[in-house]
């Protein structure tokens, strides 16, 4: 099973800088990576997937890089209606893994 | 308009059995892979289960291997997750998931299992 981690836990940004988030995988996923953003009390939405390619109606300050093991989540400009947590997921192979997530607030 | 609304919620003793239903409307369930995602209180999300489109391909987590099966009637537009010998640790929100990684993805609401004596 791939183990996925993410850096840091919690993530406190002022509103309108930029937060970056990042992501490991214990064994290479190629570009095989997706990143949610869960609001509380909601489902997860999918914001990236094939670690860089927005999803329909993710907002351009939402970026994705990386590939391999190490890869990032840019929030340019943070919102207040970004304040999320945020997991990272890796589909390249079966079981599909989830990372812990990190959860980013206002400072 | 899309829904996927799952049922089966509540409460049951360690070592017993439940069965949750994902009714779909709005689209037809066989056109599409079919997920259990499911969320520990206040944890993360694991991935229990998944269902090719014609069923022939069905996979599991390590952790409900053998206790958990997903299956699917397309005649109801429905998915079932049966589990068996359940665990305190299964305790979580199980969301039904249309093709998750897709610009297709659609969440249920969720239904919660409390596994507990």
């Known amino acids: 099973e791939i183990v996925m981690t993410q850096s840091p836990r919690t993530l406190s940004v002022s509103p309108g800088q930029r937060a970056t988030l990042s992501c490991w995988a214990s064994q290479s996923v190629s570009s095989d990576l997706a990143w949610y953003q869960q609001k509380p009390g909601q489902t997860p939405r999918l914001l990236i997937s094939a670690a860089y390619t927005r999803a329909t109606g993710v907002p351009a300050r939402f970026s994705g890089s990386g590939s391999g093991t190490e890869f990032t989540l840019t929030i340019s400009g943070l919102q207040s209606e970004d304040l999320a947590v945020y997991y990272c997921?890796?589909?390249?192979?079966?079981?599909?893994?989830f990372g812990p997530g990190t959860k980013v607030d206002l400072k | 308009e899309v829904q996927l609304v799952e049922s089966g919620r509540g409460l049951v003793q360690p070592g017993g059995s439940l069965r949750l239903s994902c009714a779909a409307s709005?689209?037809?369930?066989?056109?599409?892979?079919m997920h259990w995602i499911r969320q520990a209180p206040g944890k993360g999300l694991l991935w229990v289960a998944r269902?090719?489109?014609?069923?022939?391909?069905?996979t599991y987590a390590d952790s409900v291997q053998g206790r958990f099966t997903i299956s699917r009637d397309n005649s109801k537009n429905t998915v079932y997750l049966q589990m068996y010998s359940l665990r305190a640790e299964d305790t979580a929100v199980y969301f039904c998931?249309?093709?998750?990684?897709?610009?297709?993805?659609?969440w249920g609401q969720g239904t919660l299992v409390t596994v507990s004596s």
């Open positions: 709005g689209f037809t369930i066989s056109n599409y892979w």
């Open positions: 997921q890796q589909y390249n192979s079966w079981p599909f893994t």
């Open positions: 269902s090719s489109p014609d069923e022939t391909v069905t």
């Open positions: 998931v249309r093709a998750p990684i897709t610009p297709d993805a659609f």
